[in-house]
């Protein structure tokens, strides 16, 4: 069982950065995905990052490319999702999520173990 629980989210300015973290608890996760979603309200969930715990590339959308950045610290078992340039759009519950295997999948179905969430809220 892996647990996740995400931190960081809250109330700022168009324009400003945030930095948002996924606390990761349970098994060894050298086999692990990791991935950060969105979703708006009203809408289905957004797939924004994601990285292979081993390493590797990570995988960015288009949509966002260039704001949106995805880190993890091993030792901490923490993955990290830095947006930079916030904008209104940007408002969403973002939600750290996790899957056993080295693909990275953009469908949220693929992944097990989510998060509770963290509210980011932007303003104009």
């Known amino acids: 069982q892996v647990q996740l629980l995400e931190s960081g989210g809250g109330l700022v300015q168009a324009g400003a950065s945030l930095r948002l973290a996924c606390a990761i608890s349970?098994?060894?996760?050298?086999?692990?995905?990791m991935a950060w979603f969105r979703q708006s309200f009203g809408k289905g969930r957004e797939f924004v990052a994601g990285t292979r715990w081993t390493g590797g590339s990570a995988a960015i959308p288009d949509s966002v490319k260039g704001r949106f950045t995805i880190s993890r610290d091993n030792a901490k078992n923490t993955v990290a999702l830095e947006i930079n340039s916030l904008k209104p759009e940007d408002t969403a519950v973002y939600y750290c999520?996790?899957?056993?295997?080295?693909?990275?999948?953009?469908?949220?179905?693929?992944?097990?173990?989510w998060g509770q969430g963290t509210q980011v809220t932007v303003s104009s």
């Open positions: 999520a996790a899957r056993q295997g080295r693909t990275i999948f953009s469908d949220d179905g693929r992944y097990e173990y």
């Open positions: 349970g098994r060894d996760l050298s086999s692990y995905t």
